[in-house]
């Protein structure tokens, strides 16, 4: 479902305009695996810890269930390659993340990717774990049912596919299939989800996400965000 994306931005657009571009690649061979220690010095220096580091380190603006930035922590490696380079590309469409995507090489494209691939994901209040949900453990109130029949089951009546089939039960994804989208901002998620759906957001591989969320009310969309944000 959602593609959630990694690497949003915060402010600071002035310290970004500091940063030299790196110079134009043309198609570039697979990146290496990185190395984890050298990436969170990485991504202390290019600043991404301040967006997208666990609650409680850098500024904390992913923190709490209102985070308006992705959570990157237990996020899979190549999906946070994937869409640095398609804000470089212009594949997936920010300012900000184009500026910041084009100021670092490859080299250290795979090693800040592995750090963050090596942090634990951050869980919501309802799951700690990759477990399915127990029963009943969703949000309070008619929204939750909502939410929780459209993620495990989906729709079929309008080809809505169920969100657990790519990300799985608990949001922790599945590598090749679906990122890591449980534990993520109730406000990053609505955001994603509505770009998926108006077409702002088009980068997943067949426009998968698109046609997913098309069918999808507002008041779905924001049930869906509640729910996953407390995954």
Same mark, same amino acid.
């Given at each position: 479902?959602? +593609? ?19 110079? !134009?690649?043309?198609? +570039?061979?697979?990146?290496?695996r990185g190395d984890v220690a050298a990436g969170r010095v990485k991504a ?12 409680? #380190? ?10 308006? &930035? ?16 398609? &804000?470089?590309?212009? =594949?997936? =469409?920010?300012? &900000? ?25 951050? *869980? ?10 127990? !029963? ?8 939750? +049912?909502?939410? #929780? ?12 596919? *169920? ?10 994804? +599945? ?44 008041? #779905? ?11």
């Amino acid at each position: 479902m959602l +593609a959630l994306g990694v690497a949003l931005a915060c402010g600071g657009v002035h310290a970004a305009q500091q940063k030299r571009p790196v110079a !134009a690649r043309a198609a +570039a061979p697979a990146l290496s695996r990185g190395d984890v220690a050298a990436g969170r010095v990485k991504a202390e220096a290019e600043r991404c810890l301040e967006c997208h580091a666990a609650p409680g #380190e850098g500024q904390g603006y992913s923190a709490g269930e209102d985070g308006k &930035f992705a959570r990157l922590g237990g996020q899979q490696q190549d999906y946070i390659v994937k869409q640095i380079q398609d &804000f470089r590309s212009g =594949k997936r =469409k920010h300012e &900000f993340m184009a500026m910041m995507a084009n100021s670092i090489s490859d080299a250290d494209l795979a090693d800040i990717a592995a750090y963050f691939a090596a942090e634990p994901r951050t *869980a919501g209040a309802l799951h700690a774990t990759a477990a399915p949900p127990a !029963a009943g453990a969703t949000p309070r109130g008619a929204s939750g +049912a909502i939410a #929780e029949r459209l993620y495990q089951h989906g729709d079929a009546a309008r080809n809505v596919a *169920a969100c657990a089939a790519c990300h799985g039960p608990a949001g922790q994804g +599945a590598p090749g299939t679906g990122p890591v989208i449980g534990g993520q901002g109730r406000s990053y998620l609505s955001q994603q989800l509505h770009n998926w759906r108006s077409g702002v957001r088009s980068n997943s591989p067949d426009n998968t996400m698109n046609q997913a969320i098309a069918p999808l009310s507002d008041a #779905e969309i924001d049930a869906l965000a509640h729910y996953l944000s407390e995954m």
